[in-house]
């Protein structure tokens, strides 16, 4: 009988001491952080792209009630968190938050107003197909309006990190 001492000294031995600490650092490494867009339905990742800090990211869409584009800016902050930084709209109305002591500058035909910085965990959305709603990161568009409505719940969050 085979002592585990006796095993640890033959080539099976070596070779089993180096394989469990390397399936081990496969399976705690930290993974490069990336933003998901995933169908909350199927689970399917409908986008996926690496992040680093201050990197920007938006969803715009057709407001319901005023029928004007309002783009939601949320940004990547130094803990790989989703951080809500703007909102661009065309005119003030039913959802649409303001603050009057809030600064808030003109550019583009927009209003855009500042958000309080609050991180988000995730980003949940349904949306329509009547109305074009985007996401956009880094010059790629996601035209979430026109996906199969199994696909159109989404949710975007950050994964790994």
């Known amino acids: 009988m ?7 000294q033959g080539r099976q031995g070596v070779f089993f001491l180096f394989l469990v600490p390397l399936l081990l650092l496969i399976v705690f490494w930290e993974q490069t ?8 339905a199927s689970n399917d990742v409908l986008f996926e792209e690496e992040i680093q800090p201050g990197d920007t990211f938006f969803h715009e869409y057709i407001h319901s009630v005023m029928k004007t584009p309002i783009r939601e ?9 989703i951080v809500s930084k703007e909102t661009w709209t ?10 009057s ?10 209003y855009i107003i ?21 996401f956009e990161f880094k010059n790629e568009t996601l035209y979430l309006s026109d996906m199969e409505e199994d696909d159109r719940r989404v949710m975007i969050h ?3 990190g």
């Open 158 to 160: 950050v994964q790994g």
């Open 73 to 81: 800016v949320f940004e990547i902050n130094d803990d790989f968190e």
């Open 33 to 40: 952080p990336k933003l998901q867009v995933v169908a909350t």
């Open 101 to 110: 002591n809030e600064p808030i500058r003109k550019e583009d035909d927009f």
């Open 114 to 134: 500042p958000d309080d910085g609050r991180v988000v965990e995730e980003l949940r959305l349904i949306p329509s197909n009547l109305y074009t709603h985007t």
């Open 90 to 99: 065309q005119a003030f109305g039913a959802g649409i938050p303001y603050d």
């Open 2 to 8: 085979r002592t585990s001492l006796t095993f640890l």
